[in-house]
């Protein structure tokens, strides 16, 4: 085969996990399309499949491999190539090369830019890597994107694979990030979301310094950035600083994705979390009084090994006093090499779906409660996408996060397009959705 017939054959990809993952995948098939690819959505239709897997937790792993395998069942509609890349690769390398002979190529995360030189391999056709464009194409609505700033992690949580798997924290260059930023800001993203999985060590391993502000103000200056999201703030690195630049800079939505996983001292301590009950407490309660302005985001684990129900309870009352804006709830997931799996005492499974419930349950009121009194409010929206099904637009403010917060329905008034802001009255709630008219 030449290179030139090459090029004729369609890609298509399966993103799974979390969307710093996804941003990985966006790069590649960014350079596979300014190769000469042409990359379709249905992998029916696809003669190489990329399956980008995440394997941060068991379930993901789970869902990882079914993905493969319905993959490799698409050799029925004409599929030639299947290749399995992300996270699932760095955790269990040897052992899914044996589980899946029939899988082409396992990519590893550190060799993502030499997915041209991977296919060519693959139809023996000559590469020499001569094709890195590093552009990016988005798998997202086509008006907001995420800007990965790092990859890694230093903090070693006692349940989290992360540095096993991606290694230690590692941060891209302003200079790099910013050219991104331009980039997709010339194809018209106006909504920036910034991820790491820590995000406010940003630039501490590259420059001896944190550097987040700093790179918060360059983004904040090209043009046609109009929202920057911050998502994965740690607890301990939220400065009285960064408060204030996020406040007064217009451009940084009032919103703030803090991961503080538990409340109690002994939990906290055994996650090996940096930050304990009483700094947690004046953190948020700071953040309620002094910059109300700023919504709030956070996840939770319930069922840690050893966790007590004095200790749950706990959890539960401050999830009740606390009052955040969204809150993802997780139960502790037993995995392999990190520390907690190691520990004694393991919450039986059917306590920790009990709890999950009892916790997900008490958040939904604090939640119906905050936005019921938004009723009447006058919010800037950016629309996403028109739900062909219900007939209605679909957008959000800047304190709601796209995929994983709370949305406002919007009726059409003849003049409502996707991609733009829009002044809007949130008019009710219900179910677990605004109601929202455009001024």
Same mark, same amino acid.
């Given at each position: /085969?030449?290179?030139?017939?090459?090029?004729?054959?369609?890609?298509?990809?399966?993103?799974?996990?979390?969307?710093?993952?996804?941003?990985?995948?966006?790069?590649?098939?960014?350079?596979?399309?300014?190769?000469?690819?042409?990359?379709?959505?249905?992998?029916?239709?696809?003669?190489?499949?990329?399956?980008?897997?995440?394997?941060?937790? /068991?379930?993901?792993?789970?869902?990882?491999?079914?993905?493969?395998?319905?993959?490799?069942?698409?050799? *029925?509609?004409?599929?030639?190539?299947?290749? $399995?890349?992300?996270?699932?690769?760095?955790?269990?390398?040897?052992?899914?090369?044996?589980?899946?002979?029939?899988?082409?190529?396992?990519?590893?995360?550190?060799?993502?830019?030499?997915?041209?030189?991977?296919?060519?391999?693959?139809?023996?056709?000559?590469?020499?890597?001569?094709?890195?464009?590093?552009?990016?194409?988005?798998?997202?609505?086509?008006?907001?994107?995420?800007?990965?700033?790092?990859?890694?992690?230093?903090?070693?949580?006692?349940?989290?694979?992360?540095?096993?798997?991606?290694?230690?924290?590692?941060?891209?260059?302003?200079?790099?990030? $910013?050219?991104?930023?331009?980039?997709?800001?010339?194809?018209? $993203?106006?909504?920036?979301?910034?991820?790491?999985?820590?995000?406010?060590?940003?630039?501490?391993?590259?420059?001896?310094?944190?550097?987040?502000?700093?790179?918060?103000?360059?983004?904040?200056?090209?043009?046609?950035?109009?929202?920057?999201?911050?998502?994965?703030?740690?607890?301990?690195?939220?400065?009285?600083?960064?408060?204030?630049?996020?406040?007064?800079?217009?451009?940084?939505?009032?919103?703030?994705?803090?991961?503080?996983?538990?409340?109690?001292?002994?939990? @906290?301590?055994? /996650?090996?979390?940096?930050?304990?009950?009483?700094?947690?407490?004046?953190?948020?309660?700071?953040?309620?009084?002094?910059?109300? #302005?700023?919504?709030?985001?956070?996840?939770?684990?319930?069922?840690?090994?050893?966790?007590?129900?004095?200790?749950? #309870?706990?959890?539960?009352?401050?999830?009740?006093?606390?009052?955040?804006?969204?809150?993802?709830?997780?139960?502790?997931?037993?995995?392999?090499?990190?520390?907690?799996?190691? /520990?004694?005492?393991?919450?039986?499974?059917?306590?920790?779906? @009990?709890? @999950?419930?009892?916790?997900?349950?008490?958040?939904?009121?604090?939640?119906?409660?905050?936005?019921?009194?938004?009723?009447?409010?006058?919010?800037?929206?950016?629309?996403?996408?028109?739900?062909?099904?219900?007939?209605?637009?679909?957008?959000?403010?800047?304190? #709601?996060?796209?995929?994983?917060?709370?949305?406002? *329905?919007?009726?059409?008034?003849?003049?409502?397009?996707?991609?733009?802001?829009?002044?809007?009255?949130?008019?009710?709630?219900?179910?677990?959705?605004?109601?929202?008219?455009?001024?």
């Amino acid at each position: /085969m030449i290179e030139k017939d090459l090029i004729k054959k369609k890609i298509s990809a399966i993103s799974l996990g979390c969307d710093k993952n996804r941003v990985d995948l966006e790069h590649m098939l960014g350079d596979l399309k300014q190769y000469g690819f042409e990359i379709v959505e249905d992998i029916e239709f696809a003669q190489i499949i990329i399956v980008n897997t995440c394997a941060f937790i /068991m379930p993901a792993v789970k869902e990882a491999i079914e993905n493969i395998l319905l993959a490799l069942k698409m050799k *029925e509609c004409g599929c030639e190539k299947v290749i $399995v890349t992300g996270c699932l690769n760095e955790r269990y390398f040897e052992e899914i090369k044996k589980e899946f002979p029939e899988v082409y190529a396992f990519v590893r995360v550190g060799d993502n830019q030499k997915i041209i030189n991977t296919i060519c391999n693959l139809y023996d056709i000559e590469n020499n890597d001569r094709y890195r464009y590093n552009k990016r194409l988005l798998t997202t609505q086509s008006h907001y994107a995420y800007l990965k700033i790092s990859d890694g992690c230093n903090n070693g949580c006692a349940y989290c694979t992360i540095p096993r798997i991606r290694g230690r924290y590692k941060s891209v260059a302003i200079d790099e990030l $910013v050219k991104e930023a331009k980039e997709l800001a010339n194809n018209g $993203v106006k909504e920036l979301i910034i991820v790491a999985q820590d995000i406010t060590r940003y630039g501490e391993d590259l420059y001896n310094k944190n550097c987040l502000i700093e790179l918060l103000d360059k983004l904040s200056k090209i043009k046609g950035i109009e929202w920057i999201r911050l998502h994965y703030c740690y607890p301990e690195k939220v400065t009285d600083e960064l408060l204030e630049y996020v406040s007064n800079n217009d451009k940084i939505c009032k919103y703030l994705d803090i991961p503080l996983q538990h409340i109690d001292d002994d939990v @906290l301590y055994n /996650m090996n979390r940096k930050c304990d009950e009483q700094t947690t407490r004046k953190l948020i309660e700071k953040i309620k009084t002094s910059y109300p #302005n700023i919504a709030l985001r956070t996840t939770y684990i319930v069922g840690f090994p050893g966790e007590t129900k004095k200790q749950f #309870n706990k959890l539960v009352d401050f999830v009740k006093t606390s009052k955040m804006n969204n809150v993802g709830f997780f139960p502790f997931y037993k995995e392999e090499k990190t520390k907690a799996f190691y /520990m004694k005492k393991q919450v039986l499974n059917f306590i920790k779906k @009990l709890r @999950l419930k009892k916790i997900q349950s008490v958040q939904e009121q604090v939640a119906d409660e905050l936005n019921m009194s938004r009723i009447g409010q006058i919010v800037r929206v950016l629309v996403d996408k028109f739900d062909e099904f219900s007939g209605v637009f679909v957008g959000r403010d800047q304190f #709601n996060s796209p995929e994983v917060d709370f949305f406002i *329905e919007i009726q059409d008034n003849g003049n409502v397009e996707c991609g733009k802001f829009y002044n809007v009255k949130i008019v009710d709630y219900k179910n677990k959705v605004f109601k929202g008219e455009i001024l």
